[in-house]
């Protein structure tokens, strides 16, 4: 079993920055990316930003320049540094693991349980 952890949501004024952090445990043999979405009310989930387990990184257009992805592959944790926060970024982020147990294992994927992010003054 993996889980995952998230924190670091919260409210910020618009112009603001939030740092997210994801903790993966549990049985991870390899990872084939981490990522972020989010979902705001009334919308569907959206990617936000995604790692490879090589370092390669997707972003969205809507958040380039303003929010990065990083990991910290010693501690299986993923952060969103999110800069310059608009209240359009307010939605529920989620935290995603794709990864394998064991060599034969097909890749699964995994979601925390989200982390709310209000942007507004």
């Known amino acids: 079993q993996v889980q995952l952890v998230e924190s670091g949501g919260g409210l910020v004024q618009p112009g603001g920055s939030l740092r997210l952090s994801c903790a993966a445990s549990?049985?991870?043999?390899?990872?084939?990316?981490m990522g972020w979405y989010r979902q705001a009310p009334g919308k569907q989930r959206e990617l936000v930003a995604r790692?490879?387990?090589?370092?390669?990184?997707n972003v969205a257009d809507s958040v380039t320049g303003r929010f990065t992805i990083s990991r910290d592959n010693a501690k299986n944790t993923a952060y969103l540094q999110m800069n310059s926060l608009k209240p359009e970024d307010t939605a529920v982020y989620y935290c995603n693991l794709e990864t394998r147990s064991s060599w034969s294992d097909p890749t699964r994927g995994y979601w925390g349980q989200g982390t709310q992010v209000t942007v507004s003054s």
């Open positions: 790692m490879t387990g090589g370092g390669r990184t």
């Open positions: 549990g049985t991870i043999f390899s990872i084939n990316a």
